[in-house]
């Protein structure tokens, strides 16, 4: 069987950089706004939800800018509390939109289900 595993000494064409990632996300936001960016697959208690990339960005804003305004400065920070979905992407997303860093708390692991 062959090694698959990466070459710890090869190039990661650093200059390649585009920029940060929440900067990439606008610019597609604006490029494609009714292309879709997230879907919650379907599950036992709810149907399927799609969003687009306009969706998610204007959210994503309107939590960056609630947080700059209840103070957060740049490079603190916060704790996104949130499953697996559509709220987690505008909460890493808002987070990174105000400047600051973000640690995800996922519920599955706070409170894990009986096994």
């Keep these: 069987m062959a090694d ?3 070459d710890p000494t090869a190039d990661l064409h ?3 950089y585009r920029g940060a990632i929440h900067e990439i996300f606008s610019n597609n936001a604006t490029a494609a706004p009714a292309r879709t ?3 919650e697959t379907a599950s036992s208690t709810a149907a399927e939800r799609r969003f687009t990339y306009r969706q998610i960005n204007e959210a994503s804003n309107t939590l960056g800018h609630h947080l700059v305004n209840a103070g957060i400065q740049r490079g603190e920070v ?3 509390y949130a499953h697996r979905g559509v709220d987690l992407v505008v909460g890493v997303m ?3 939109k105000a400047g600051a860093t973000f640690s995800v708390i996922d519920p599955a692991y706070v409170f894990p289900t009986a096994q």
């Design 4 to 6: 698959v595993r990466p």
């Design 14 to 16: 650093w200059s390649r």
């Design 78 to 80: 916060v704790m996104v």
């Design 37 to 39: 960016c997230v879907v």
């Design 94 to 96: 808002g987070v990174l």
